[in-house]
């Protein structure tokens, strides 16, 4: 689907659209594949049971609480390139500092947080012309595993005031108005789940953002001029260039749209890239302008299995393409060194090489 009204409505149908069958299309196109058992492959009502436990760290009021945190490791990373001449935007910047936030709110020890961004990586890769994962991706995927595994048994020996702590006590309503406490292995898909949704996504809009405000010196002028337009900037990525260009379901029961039948048990891929393009929804869509007045936002999913971190994703990419219109206002992107990510749901760049100017 890719109109972006047949988007929103069909992520507001989980009932008819589900997610236990996978969302990847490595997943959705063979019937035998393992469906690795996480939330986001999880359908109502164990969806929402498993959601409310973590929802609460992601309220507005949460995030006003790591404003600083997210700032502080935002400008932290960027303070020591502000003075060369040139360096990797995502190498240096926006792919090391959103797994340092996510981490940090997980709980993982500042020694580990870098490894998490590896191995994610290395899970995410595809290679050249393959749908399916390699060996590597699946090596890198249990060792982050046994990672949190190891972690989550030591949360439970010394807690700390973190989410994957508040986790190891929380408890979980169960079908039968009961309630249970979560397994470790949960815990450890929580955290896998986490660390990998929280850095890549901001990565991929913050390395978006540079190259799109370099081809369109116009709107970078604007955001440099008026704070007010970060926020709306941030929407206008997602708009244009969204990190995750589909999501996967599988159709439960036969639907039909514009006279054409979607069959039962058929797999079904939500474009949002393309439904963020669609001139029904959105005045002259491949314009790229900050000040455009955004239909609902789609960018990082809808429904009930929007974004859970979208509020702390949205908060780093505000601050970070703030704190690059403060410090960063004169670069450029060689865009002739730029290098696309191979990855299965996830679009953006691996290597932005800018100069600052100096």
């Keep these: 689907m890719s109109r972006y009204e ?7 149908d989980h009932d008819t659209f589900i997610s236990s069958r996978g969302l990847t299309y490595e997943q959705l196109s063979d019937p035998d594949a393992d469906v690795p058992a996480s939330i986001i492959t999880m359908d109502p ?3 929402t ?13 949460a995030m006003a609480g790591w404003e600083d945190l997210v700032r502080g490791i935002v400008s932290g990373y960027l303070e020591p390139l502000v003075g060369e001449p040139s360096f ?4 240096e910047f926006a792919g090391p500092f959103p797994v340092e936030v996510i981490s940090a709110i997980l709980g993982v020890p500042e020694g580990d947080r870098q490894q998490i961004r590896h191995w994610t990586d290395t899970m995410l890769r595809r290679e050249e012309g393959e749908a399916a994962s390699g060996a590597a991706a699946q090596e890198a995927g249990i060792a982050q595993t046994m990672y949190f595994l190891e972690l989550v048994a030591e949360k439970r020996r010394y807690p700390g005031d973190d989410m994957l702590s508040a986790l190891v006590a929380a408890e979980v309503e169960t079908g039968d108005g009961g309630t249970a406490s979560l397994h ?4 450890a898909a929580f955290g896998t789940l986490l660390g990998a949704a929280g850095s890549e996504t901001v990565t991929k809009l913050v390395g978006n953002a540079a190259v799109l405000f370099h081809r369109n010196p116009d709107q970078w002028r604007l955001v440099k001029d008026g704070f007010e337009l970060h926020a709306d900037a941030v929407e206008e990525i997602l708009r244009y260039w969204p990190p995750s260009q589909y999501q996967g379901r599988c159709s439960a029961v036969e639907s039909e749209w514009h006279g054409v039948t979607v069959p039962s048990g058929k797999p079904v891929f939500l474009l949002t890239g393309a439904a ?13 302008d ?10 990082l999913g809808h ?4 974004c859970l971190g979208a509020a702390l994703a949205r908060l780093e990419s505000r601050v970070a393409i703030g704190e690059m219109a403060a410090r960063l206002p004169d670069f450029a992107v060689d865009e002739a060194g730029c290098e696309r990510v191979q990855m299965s749901n996830v679009a953006g760049y691996s290597k932005v090489p800018v100069h600052t100017g100096h």
């Design 6 to 12: 047949d988007v929103v409505a069909a992520h507001r």
């Design 45 to 47: 009502p164990d969806h």
């Design 49 to 61: 049971r498993y959601r409310k436990l973590v929802s609460r760290a992601f309220t507005p009021r």
């Design 88 to 91: 990797d935007l995502v190498g």
């Design 184 to 187: 470790d292995i949960e815990i």
């Design 276 to 288: 963020t393009h669609d001139e029904r929804a959105y005045e002259d869509p491949d314009r790229f």
């Design 290 to 299: 900050v000040r455009r007045e955004q239909a609902l936002a789609i960018g």
């Design 303 to 306: 429904g009930v299995h929007a």
